[in-house]
């Protein structure tokens, strides 16, 4: 388990869970992006529930500011980190069709918000190589 992925765990832990999706990603890189925690935290606020109106995954769409801050706008790579993330959930990318398809699995919404987050920052990770 990478440094990333732990301290996303240690966020989502916490009681009441006080960082939504996107907020988790983006304070797990945040000194990595020349971020404090509060600020990366407040960047992400709005981004929690798709955009808070079921759009794209919080989470995703925090994998993508943090890949911009490390210096990746490849259209081919975010394509790349997009399709990946999609390919698992039989294309959906939006947290509505996300959680929907989970809820009809008999999926709780916490795990599989802790598990979008644990994709993004594994994918993350292997595209940025450490940087």
Known sequence: MSKHTERAKELRSEVPVSSNCAQTVMRVYAK???????????IGSNFGGGMRCGA???AIAAGY???GAKGIESPAVLNEFRKC?????????????LLHANAAKGGEKKP??????????????ELTDGR
């Open 32 to 42: 990595e992006i020349g971020l404090d925690e509060d600020l990366a935290a407040a």
């Open 56 to 58: 794209t995954c919080g």
């Open 65 to 67: 500011m943090v890949l």
């Open 85 to 97: 993330i999609a390919k698992k959930h039989d294309g959906m990318t939006d947290c509505a069709d």
């Open 112 to 125: 599989h918000c802790d598990n979008m987050i644990e994709e993004v920052i594994t994918l993350i990770d």
